[in-house]
């Protein structure tokens, strides 16, 4: 079992598994569609981070950000190598849903990428009710990203 934590970014385990997400955002996708945050963006107070531990180790990490009205998006999910498979990602997605239901957000949205390396955490989206739509806040249609939506309360 993880422990999630609410993450305030400082830890070095937490800022090399970030580090980790935008080197491997940017070999997986074309430069005009990594829309991953960097540090300065996870610190927007309208975005909440949060890791999951297997006692000191990181294991994953994920972040909920606010959108207009009461919609939401999901951002830099990320699972440490040594934990693929172990139910880590799906950890920190479970607290992420529940806590944007807890904060009365009714869509919960994200971008992703297409690809081998974006397989595995679609297939976890789709896991947990996500459905492929259109693209939402800043984004725009590309070929590249696609767009999931979770519908929470109507």
Not at 42 to 56: C, E, F, I
Not at 62 to 86: C, N, Q, V
Not at 105 to 113: A, F, M, Q
Request: no cysteine; proline share 3%; aromatic share 8%.
């Amino acid at each position: 079992m993880f422990e999630i934590r609410e993450d305030d970014l400082s830890s070095d385990a937490t800022r090399a598994l970030l580090a980790l997400h935008l080197k491997g955002m940017h070999e997986t996708s074309p430069p005009e569609n990594v829309f991953a945050l960097d540090l300065t963006g996870l610190k927007d107070p309208r975005v909440t981070v949060w890791s999951a531990w297997d006692g000191d180790r990181i294991a994953s990490i994920g972040a909920l950000k606010m959108l207009s009205g009461r919609e939401a998006e999901i951002k830099s999910m990320r699972t440490h190598p040594d934990f693929l498979g172990r139910g880590a990602g799906a950890a920190i997605l479970d607290h992420i849903i529940a806590t944007a239901r807890a904060r009365g957000v009714i869509r919960l949205s994200l971008e992703t990428g297409r690809g081998e390396a974006f397989e595995a955490a679609i297939r976890l989206y789709q896991r947990r009710g996500f459905k492929k739509g259109e693209a939402f806040a800043d984004y725009g249609p590309n070929a590249f990203s696609q767009f999931f939506h979770l519908t929470l309360a109507a």
